[in-house]
């Protein structure tokens, strides 16, 4: 079983739908997620950032965590054709420096 | 906003020989990651670095791969003799802490191609 999987899509969406993009992990430790944002040959860039079980909220963009069932998402509302580009997720351990990376979900905003 | 900035942007290189990927991480920061990234793959973990040594490396980050913090501000990936499979984009990221509490800000990359 791979440690973070996630659907590599791609997801095609109009405009102004709301996103949902999930991964899910095995390694009960992880406790620290992320999500970033890649374009295409770029670096990721850091969208959100929570510990532990929960939801955020930044803008647009939420963030949930659920540990009991290995289980994370981003949603993205009112989805715009600059949302467009690969969605990571990437998660950690208390006792790790690495980030272990799902392989990225591909969302296409059609205007 | 503050950045990572790495350089060179693209390099181009002949298969045994030696590269050097150059980073400057963010100035407040003192934890200090290389990854890459094969096309079409995920991004994968090669080493991370704290108060002037390794903490942390995966099985990737074998005997050609070296980390070096030459002076106060920049941060270096050296891979001594290239290999066909080294091709990738490698990213350079910093953070103020481990990831309690904090996270990591990755550059823009270094796209490493071996002929």
């Known amino acids: 079983q791979k440690e973070v999987e996630q659907d590599p899509g791609p997801l095609s969406v109009p405009e102004g739908a709301i996103v949902s993009l999930n991964c899910t992990y095995s390694?009960?430790?992880?406790?620290?997620f992320m999500w970033y944002r890649q374009y295409s040959r770029k670096g990721p860039e850091l969208l959100m950032y929570?510990?532990?079980?929960g939801n955020k909220e930044d803008g647009r963009f939420t963030a949930q965590v659920d540990k009991s069932s290995k289980y994370i998402s981003l949603f993205i509302r009112d989805s715009q054709p600059s949302d467009s580009a690969t969605y990571l997720c990437?998660?950690?351990?208390?006792?790790?420096?690495?980030?272990?990376f799902g392989s990225g979900t591909r969302l296409l905003v059609r205007p | 906003e503050p950045e990572v900035t790495q350089t060179p942007s693209h390099q181009v290189t002949q298969m045994g020989q030696e590269v050097i990927l150059r980073c400057v991480p963010i100035s407040n920061h003192l934890y200090f990651y290389w990854y890459r990234q094969i096309l079409g793959q995920k991004v994968e973990f090669l080493v991370s670095?704290?108060?002037?040594?390794?903490?942390?490396k995966s099985e990737i980050f074998d005997d050609q791969f070296s980390v070096e913090r030459p002076d106060g501000s920049n941060f270096t990936l050296k891979i001594r003799s290239t290999k066909l499979e080294d091709s990738a984009m490698y990213f350079c990221?910093?953070?103020?802490?481990?990831?309690?509490?904090?996270?990591?800000?990755f550059g823009e990359g270094s796209w490493l191609t071996v002929v």
């Open positions: 990221a910093s953070g103020r802490a481990m990831l309690s509490g904090n996270t990591i800000y």
């Open positions: 670095f704290y108060n002037n040594e390794i903490s942390e």
């Open positions: 929570t510990y532990s079980s």
């Open positions: 990437a998660m950690t351990s208390d006792s790790s420096y690495k980030l272990i």
């Open positions: 390694n009960s430790a992880f406790q620290y």
